[in-house]
């Protein structure tokens, strides 16, 4: 069983940087691959960025350049530090962890870009 909490949401004005946080419990933090997605109102949720146990990480071609995926395996957190945001950016955004067969969510905090 892995629980999941996101932080670091909140509400920014277009163009500033946030990083959001995900704190997992649990054992073995370092073999669950974990990603970050979001959903906005009215769309499906969709993947943001991904990283792997190993460290390999993937993007959103709507994000790759302005957002960064890293993991602390010594804290069991994983981060999304998001650059030069946009209101279009706005979304809850969700934290998961993956292993073979399990899959966890977290609640989910939501980030809202506006001026």
Known sequence: QV???ESGGGL???GVSLRLSCAASGRMFSIW???WYRQAPGKQRE????ITSGGNTNYADSVKGRFTISR???KSTVYLQMNSLKPEDTAVYYCNAAHQFQNYWGQGTQVTVSS
């Open 3 to 5: 629980r999941l909490v």
């Open 47 to 50: 993947l943001v960025a991904f």
């Open 33 to 35: 691959d974990m990603g």
């Open 12 to 14: 920014v004005q277009p």
């Open 72 to 74: 602390d395996n010594a």
